[in-house]
T-cell receptor
Framework: AAGVIQSPRHLIKEKRETATLKCYPI?????VYWYQQGPGQDPQFLIS???????DKGSIPDRFSAQQFSDYHSELNMSSLELGDSALYFC?????????????FGPGTRLTVT | AQKVTQAQTEISVVEKEDVTLDCVYE???????LFWYKQPPSGELVFLIR??????QNEISGRYSWNFQKSTSSFNFTITASQVVDSAVYFC?????????????FGKGTKLTVNP
């Protein structure tokens, strides 16, 4: 079965640089979510999109922005990177409005800011 | 506000032992979903099980079983006859039930180590 695809899997950036993370949800899933997981921590919700419209927003810094495109893939743009942005970034998708709320996660992008 | 508490930070067992992971949740919603996810050392998050707030029937699926009790706001997860491959961090999570496309609120996780 198709899974959520994320790219790149690993990314190393320097402080103040920008980064773009990409996510391709499972086909026919209507909602995409982004989560940030710091070392030894639980995943924290950043933002979600339902049918290409932003549906919810969590603790996402103003330096971050995201969007979902017409082909349903999503991108998380991160600017003015800080050391504290080093984390594992997950994208997930679900078919919630069809009564299947469980979210399936991609393998994650490990971002290291030096 | 929603909150998930996993009081057990780390658990260590010997292979073939049964192990129960505790989860207590708080929510004001009348409709909600509860989940368990597994995060092995490789880092991915794997969906295991989901329960709806209106369905308290407890089930068994292979070596996994779960005990959902609304009266105590608990959603405990048991692995029977544990195996080394069960070693991972297990997260309990909660989402609102309205619409079905709601964010997950995770507990802090329980690190399970199964020793041979």
């Amino acid at each position: 079965a198709a899974g959520v695809i994320q790219s790149p899997r690993h990314l190393i950036k320097e402080k103040r640089e920008t980064a773009t993370l990409k996510c391709y949800p499972i086909p026919r899933h209507d909602t995409v979510y982004w989560y940030q997981q710091g070392p030894g921590q639980d995943p924290q919700f950043l933002i979600s999109f339902y049918e290409k419209m932003q549906s919810d927003k969590g603790s996402i810094p103003d330096r971050f922005s995201a969007q979902q495109f017409s082909d349903y893939h999503s991108e998380l743009n991160m600017s003015s990177l800080e050391l504290g942005d080093s984390a594992l970034y997950f994208c997930a998708s679900s078919q919630g409005t069809s009564g299947v709320p469980e979210q399936y996660f991609g393998p994650g992008t490990r971002l290291t800011v030096t | 506000a929603q909150k998930v508490t996993q009081a057990q930070t780390e658990i260590s067992v010997v292979e073939k032992e049964d192990v129960t992971l505790d989860c207590v949740y708080e929510t004001r919603d009348t409709t909600y979903y509860l989940f368990w996810y597994k995060q092995p050392p490789s880092g991915e998050l794997v969906f295991l099980i989901r329960r709806n707030s209106f369905d308290e029937q407890n089930e068994i699926s292979g070596r996994y079983s779960w005990n959902f009790q609304k009266s105590t706001s608990s959603f405990n997860f048991t692995i029977t006859a544990s195996q080394v491959v069960d070693s991972a961090v297990y997260f309990c999570a909660l989402s609102r039930g309205e619409g079905g496309s709601e964010k997950l609120v995770f507990g802090k996780g329980t690190k399970l180590t199964v020793n041979p």
